[in-house]
DNA sequence: TATACAAACTAATAATATTAGTTTATTATT
DNA sequence: AATAATAAACTAATATTATTAGTTTGTATA
């Protein structure tokens, strides 16, 4: 094995993430990844089985890296620090690897079985930090998706510009966590407080 | 004028718009949207300046429709429910009108003054309604963007699948609406309560 | 009735993904 | 050391895409 120019699948999926970042998604075609990797285009369908196939893998990498990020954030941390600091993990996520975190939003998830795995993964990790407000089993879920709510939805609108004028961003980002932590202790702690 | 085939640039929004949301926004192609209107793709260049055209034309038309149904929804009502109403306008729209709400994420609205305008009339709409919570001016952009993301960042991982199980989604939604309204009372309304 | 022109058309080009079939270089075996 | 297997490169070809150029046509107005 090992032949004339040694391409592997993790080159491809490097080279692919290099591209979406600094391109953009669009920017990535066969054609693109071919001559970034030094290779002719129809050789990529040695490693893979095409373009979306290409997509659906980095999605799942993508998702894995944003998956290990969230945790580091959140070892060592607790409550109101730890949702903080993997707010803030998010956000920096997405700032830094624009277009492979947009690549995890475009994959359809339901339809893959590892996407559907990673995915489940993070949800878990959100749970996990719950647990220290004593949400109860049957609004964890709830509460577990108003936060990947909140920051999917914050941090997809300001990567379109959708926010207009990008003023106050970090602030903004801020007080909307502080807002969502206030909810989140009105409903669970009221008497803790 | 009107030759033969009376093509207007509304018949071909509208077809549009029914492919996107009929068979996602990746089927929008020139020739499949020449096709539904009876012609040959290269005859909507007649009408347009080619599909990116179409497709910001597209964005424009869904944000202007998302805007209306949203200000339906708050005639005659403020405060949670106003809030509470127009999150369920929000949520029906996307799920009625799947690919049209997608493409109004996918333009890039920074580059865009139309597609900038109907965006800000939508925040107007929100800061509006909040208002009434005697928000201040200061943080009343951080409480609108929360609402946005929200609602946003709901709508878009409910259409991927990106929750999972797609189990108590309604409830999910309303317990979300509520969560973000229970903050909003302690931060800003807290000696009403 | 004739002309002007908007909007259709056909034909052609360049870029895309993909498939089929071929060559080559390295690894493992004799 | 020579050779056989094979993974992964290659070239060539096809179908589909968007788009441009140039032509025809049908209707509305002068």
Same sequence: chains 1, 2.
Avoid: C, W
């Amino acid at each position: 094995m090992v032949p004339r120019n040694r391409v592997t699948l993790p080159h491809i999926l490097q080279a692919a993430a290099t591209i979406v970042d600094t391109d953009g998604v669009d920017a990535l075609t066969m054609s693109s990844l071919a001559q970034k990797l030094g290779i002719r285009s129809p050789s990529l369908y040695n490693h893979s089985e095409g373009l979306p196939d290409i997509r659906r893998r980095l999605a799942v990498s993508g998702l894995e890296q944003l998956r290990d990020a969230l945790m580091r954030s959140t070892v060592g941390r607790s409550r109101d620090e730890a949702i903080r600091e993997m707010a803030k993990s998010y956000l920096n996520f997405v700032r830094t690897r624009p277009g492979l975190y947009e690549i995890t939003i475009l994959a359809p998830t339901d339809l893959d079985d590892e996407l559907q795995k990673v995915s489940q993964e993070i949800v878990d990790l959100v749970t996990q930090v719950l647990k220290a407000y004593q949400v109860g089993s049957a609004d964890e879920i709830h509460i577990a998706r108003t936060l990947r709510s909140l920051l999917h939805g914050f941090a997809s609108l300001e990567q379109r510009g959708g926010f207009g004028i990008p003023i106050d961003l970090d602030e903004s980002f801020t007080h909307m966590v502080d807002t969502f932590l206030m909810g989140l202790h009105k409903r669970y702690l009221a008497k803790n407080q």
